[in-house]
């Protein structure tokens, strides 16, 4: 974890006048649990530019540029770079003086730099908890999760990935399942890991699993959902009228069964019967004003499972009115079966 300040700073009074800039680099480092490595046990390191410029009371011109790091291992800081002009650190009340400034200088920022790392200035949660640096991609085989079949079992995938790099994060996976019915393991697990989960017994049941992966990366979280919801499908499709059919609109808690739904003002009814999970056949049946009308076909689905299109097809209609029938070819149609969250 790397956080860069930099700060410029002016005052003056008497007569005199001084201003300070300042660079600072502070970087942390995260042990295989996400967690920040103590500085006292070989866990930070941190470079200081710090240039001081003033006007002595003669009116002469003061400065000094120093540069000093700590590097992880070190016992000591080290000073790189000494560059100054009009008084000189070597005689002892300027040199203690300018000593004084500088720690005051990096003390602050290095105060700054913790607060930052520990997300003081952004919320309570540090910056590499909230998933910024590590991308937890999950997945799982069978990969339909919704409207599933109650007792199906999965095997789910979790695999940090850094965001900077895309490389393998390495470190701990570990699942909380909230619902029903089985999560294993329960415990940490090596990185890249599999789960073992069963979905929910019963119908119109729901589960999450909230997977968080930590490493020296940092943390990433990511959740899945199950459910073996009815769900449901709206059926819409758009007549050649919209005065004759103005409410072309079927809801079907569950397209694996039969279902039928009267439309048009109730002069229509329109019937399914599913052979698989593509199409099946379907009747139509129109009775107004003492005259019928009468179809059967089939209907194909296709797209994803989201919404899907419903291609029509059938070898004639035929109407009855006041005793004679006509028949003829029909021109086809689709409609759009768009899923749903909830049915009733």
């Keep these: 974890m790397v956080v860069t300040i930099e700060t410029e700073s002016q005052m003056g009074a008497g007569g005199k006048s001084g201003a300070v800039k300042a660079k600072f680099k502070y970087e942390r480092w995260l042990d295989d649990d ?4 103590s500085p006292t046990d070989n866990g930070y390191d941190e470079m200081a530019q710090v240039e001081m410029s003033g006007t002595g009371e003669k009116g002469n011109n003061l400065s000094v540029n120093m540069t000093r790091g700590f590097s992880r291992g070190d016992s000591d800081y080290t000073t790189a770079k000494i560059d100054e002009h009009g008084h000189s650190i070597f005689r002892p009340g300027e040199a203690k003086h300018t000593e004084e400034l500088l720690n005051g200088t990096i003390n602050v920022m290095r105060a700054m730099a913790e607060v930052m790392l520990n997300g003081g200035f952004a919320g309570a949660t540090p910056p590499w908890e909230n998933g910024r640096c590590v991308d937890l991609k999950l997945r799982s085989d069978p990969a339909k999760r919704t409207g599933a079949e109650p007792k199906t079992t999965y095997t789910v995938f979790a695999e940090p990935r850094a965001k900077k790099d895309g490389a393998p994060a390495s470190g701990t996976v570990k699942g909380t399942l909230k619902g029903a019915h089985s999560l294993s393991p329960q415990d940490k697990v090596k990185a890249d890991a599999q789960f073992n989960y069963e979905n929910p017994g019963e119908k119109d049941q729901s589960a999450t699993i909230d997977f968080e992966a930590r490493s020296k990366r940092g943390v990433g979280k990511a959740s899945l959902q199950f459910d073996t919801k009815k769900g449901g499908y709206r059926i819409t499709s758009k007549a050649d009228s919209q005065a004759f059919c103005p409410d072309f609109v079927i809801t079907s808690c569950d397209i694996s069964k039969p279902f039928s739904a009267k439309v048009c003002n109730g002069r229509v009814t329109m019937s399914h019967t599913p052979g698989s999970d593509k199409g099946g056949s379907y009747s139509f049946h129109f009775s107004s004003g003492g005259g019928v009308a009468d179809s059967a076909g089939t209907y ?26 006509v028949c003829t070819k029909p021109r086809g149609g689709t409609a759009t079966w768009t899923k749903i969250d909830s049915c009733k």
Excluded: K
């Design 300 to 325: 194909t689905l296709s797209g994803p499972e989201e919404s899907m299109t419903a291609t029509y097809t059938s070898p004639s209609v035929c109407g009855t009115f006041h005793g004679r029938t």
């Design 34 to 37: 996400a967690h920040l490595i």
